[in-house]
């Protein structure tokens, strides 16, 4: 008798939650932090490269000190970040990460471009397959994180949607931040136009 009533509730009451967005919940979140993992993935192979990539500069450019310290900086400061699951909860400690991996990306482009003026360098193989592997790292890491943001998203409109932002509320679910921009500043600035040129003079201008 006790089980006739107890299995019908249960039923039920999983029937309720399914409707309420729970198992949404669930998926969406899954897909968060498979998303995470793979961004992560990314910026480790990132990482794992520029050791190498400052090596085979310094055998052609010892004496770009600047640049070269400025990427193992960088680097190192990436390292330093716990990386963690829970770090997708924390809006300032992944803002933090960005930031630590936006300077990293800055500091890369500068050594890249000091390539440019050693045509040794440039012509080396391990270098070239060097960049040829941080160009596809960069292409995955842009890939992962467009993902991350749209697995983000979809968890967020869960979460402040009724009825599912009832369920979300109950078992303690909350909206994640997400990536930004990484020159969000340098963006917001209005573009500057300078042709460099004398402006054209009208047409009939100067005419009585």
């Known amino acids: 008798m006790r089980n006739k009533i107890v299995l019908p509730l249960f039923l039920m009451i999983f029937s309720?939650?399914?409707g309420c967005g729970y198992n949404t919940l669930q998926s969406t979140d899954e897909q968060i932090k498979a998303g995470w993992a793979e961004v992560?993935?990314?910026y480790q192979r990132r990482a794992d490269l520029v050791p190498n990539l400052v090596n085979v500069v310094k055998g052609y450019a010892a004496h770009e000190k600047e640049v070269l310290e400025q990427v193992t900086n960088a680097r190192a400061r990436v390292g330093s970040i716990q990386a963690t699951p829970e770090?997708?909860?924390d809006e300032q400690a992944l803002a933090k990460f960005q930031a630590?991996?936006?300077e990293l990306s800055s500091a890369l482009s500068?050594?890249?471009a000091v390539a440019e003026n050693y045509p040794?360098?440039?012509a080396d193989g391990l270098f070239r397959d060097l960049q040829a592997q941080l160009e596809g790292t960069e292409n995955r890491i842009t890939v992962a994180r467009n993902?991350?943001?749209q697995a983000v998203q979809a968890y967020n409109v869960t979460v402040r949607s009724f009825p599912s932002n009832l369920t979300a509320m109950l078992f303690?679910?909350?909206v994640k931040p997400s990536f930004t921009v990484e020159n969000e500043k340098e963006i917001a600035r209005p573009p500057r136009v300078d042709f460099g040129g004398t402006p054209p003079t009208p047409a009939g201008a100067g005419k009585q």
């Open 110 to 112: 500068r050594l890249l």
């Open 120 to 122: 040794q360098l440039k």
């Open 16 to 18: 309720l939650l399914g």
């Open 87 to 89: 770090l997708v909860n």
């Open 172 to 174: 303690g679910y909350k």
């Open 40 to 42: 992560l993935n990314q």
């Open 147 to 149: 993902r991350y943001i």
């Open 100 to 102: 630590a991996q936006g």
